[in-house]
Nanobody
Framework: QVQLVESGGGLVQAGDSLRLSCVASDETFEYYVMGWFRQAVGKEREFVGAISRSGSNVYYADSVKGRFTISRDIAKNAAILQLNSLEPSDTAVYYC????????????????WGQGTQVTVSS
């Protein structure tokens, strides 16, 4: 069973940037489609983006497209979420996930999750 650990969150001001990482315990991580989600207080877990096994295809939610970038670091068994031009509405716990069955836009379609990392953006 793959174990996922997110890190890199913190408290920043609007317009700032953060780099989140998701490190997998299993070297077979390079063969998994990977997703990023976020969950704000009182709201459902929301799709942020997903990246293909090869890393050549990336899909983003409309709310973050143009500001966030997803990439893979195969050598480190890691996935990266670069957050730019952060806004207060981006405040949430950010999670990574692997092994998707069905619609990748839904958190219910993903099997394995990390513990999450908190991102807080002040105005």
């Amino acid at each position: 069973q793959v174990q996922l650990v997110e890190s890199g969150g913190g408290l920043v001001q609007a317009g700032d940037s953060l780099r989140l990482s998701c490190v997998a315990s299993d070297e077979t991580f390079e063969y998994y489609v990977m997703g990023w989600f976020r969950q704000a207080v009182g709201k459902e877990r929301e799709f942020v983006g997903a990246i293909s096994r090869s890393g050549s295809n990336v899909y983003y939610a409309d709310s973050v497209k143009g500001r966030f970038t997803i990439s893979r670091d195969i050598a480190k068994n890691a996935a990266i979420l670069q957050l730019n031009s952060l806004e207060p509405s981006d405040t949430a716990v950010y999670y990574c996930a692997v092994e998707v069955e069905g619609d990748y836009h839904s958190y219910k379609s993903w099997k394995y999750w990390g513990q999450g990392t908190q991102v807080t953006v002040s105005s």
